[in-house]
């Protein structure tokens, strides 16, 4: 890459003539400076005194132990007590940096996780005759009460699922209106923000429902349901979707508060 130029190019060096680079003024003849009275006169120069050479030799001296100490505070950074940065006492531990506090849940097996296992280390307790439902397609927990002496049939579910993409309101009643979606008649109670005793648990909703159950045969069959949403400080909602058959609610809905109750204490 040719450099670039700044300024007008130099011209050429003057060509040298026949005696030299040139005469000088006055010049007789070729090959000097011309005769010796027109040559530059030498002059005698004043010589220095000894008080201007000793000030001459003391500002280098100064100038010597500037440079010095600035090499010297470089090396050591410019410690007040004048110590290597190898031999300087460091800073204590935290008081310049302090780690984040963790924002991701700590899993652990508590004295009230057991039975079945959701995820996140929340766990439930199925009741008696509550048996795993045989459809493993769908997602979370769901447990069912069969019918007695039908089988294929059943007399209610409670199914527990999780996420965090809703906060436990909106997850409530989505849950509600997939649950209600194929219903007919449905009605749904009004919200109710609730207040579990478990400190770990910083919001619970809840929702009621009741419609008609529509089989395949035609046949409406009375239901109703519940929906608890349980959302942790770490933003995970847990949510419990339970139903029964009417004809069997009043007798058999203290087996799916009971569920709930094991759960709400695994938080």
């Not at 000097?32 to 005194?49: L, Y």
């Not at 090499?71 to 302090?98: E, I, S």
């Not at 339970?242 to 695994?266: F, I, P, Q, W």
């Amino acid at each position: 890459m040719t450099q670039q130029q700044y300024g007008p190019a130099p011209g050429p060096p003057p060509a040298p003539t026949a005696g030299g680079w040139g005469a000088g003024p006055g010049a007789s003849g070729p090959g000097g400076w011309g005769p010796g009275p027109q040559r530059p006169q030498p002059f005698n120069r004043p010589a220095k005194s000894s008080r201007t050479q000793w000030i001459i030799m003391g500002c280098a001296i100064l100038a010597v132990s500037l440079v010095a100490v600035g090499v010297v505070l470089l090396v050591t950074g410019g410690d007040k007590t004048d110590k290597p940065v190898a031999n300087q006492t460091p800073d204590p531990t935290g008081t310049l940096y302090t780690p984040p506090t963790p924002t991701n849940a700590v899993i652990t097996k508590g004295p009230y996780d057991k039975g079945v296992e959701v995820g996140g280390g929340i766990w439930f307790t199925p009741a008696r005759g509550w048996l795993p439902d045989w459809d493993k397609s769908k997602s979370g927990k769901n447990y069912i009460l069969q019918q007695f002496n039908a089988r294929g049939l059943i007399d209610g579910y409670y199914w527990v699922r999780q996420t965090e993409l809703y906060d436990a309101k909106g997850f409530a009643e989505h849950l509600v209106d997939i649950e209600s979606n194929g219903m007919k008649n449905v009605r749904i109670g009004r919200g109710v923000a609730c207040r579990p005793a478990n400190e770990a648990i910083k919001a619970c909703y809840a929702l009621t429902y009741t419609g008609l159950w529509v089989a395949k045969s035609g046949k409406t069959i009375p239901f109703e349901g519940f929906v608890t949403a349980y959302q942790d400080q770490f933003g995970k909602v847990t949510a419990t979707d339970a139903g029964l058959e009417s004809r069997v609610y009043k007798r058999r809905v203290n087996e799916l508060l009971y569920m709930n109750n094991t759960l709400v204490k695994s938080f």
